[in-house]
């Protein structure tokens, strides 16, 4: 998988508020729709939902240290659980194996 380095802020695009600091519990997302913006010291990255859908759990470990999303992205860097508005969209997402193809076929670092 892709890793973020340096994460250094995150800032939530719920509800088409800008200014929130990380997902928080009850914020919906359309599928494909500005879900958070991560910062590092060089650039600054969107982060796009997969699926439409409500916030159900947000990670507040990684929302107070965003060094997480870089660093344990598959692990403790998680940023939100999603209740889905459309449960057949999930039948979309790739699994782990399916994203790893995808980024080989693009050249990407990993």
Not at 16 to 28: L, S
Not at 76 to 99: F, K, V
Request: net charge negative; proline share 5%.
């Amino acid at each position: 998988m892709c890793r973020l380095p340096s994460v250094a802020r995150l800032e939530s695009a719920a509800n088409g508020e800008e200014n929130t600091v990380g997902p928080e519990v009850g914020a919906t997302f359309s599928k494909n729709g500005n879900a958070a913006t991560v910062e590092s010291v060089k650039a600054a990255s969107e982060i796009y939902a997969p699926i439409a859908g409500t916030v159900a759990e947000a990670n507040v470990r990684a929302i107070d240290d965003p060094t997480l999303i870089g660093q344990a992205p598959e692990g403790e860097g998680w940023l939100a659980r999603l209740h889905p508005s459309d449960t057949s969209e999930i039948d979309s997402l790739m699994d782990a194996d399916g994203y790893r193809a995808l980024l080989d076929s693009l050249g990407a670092e990993q």
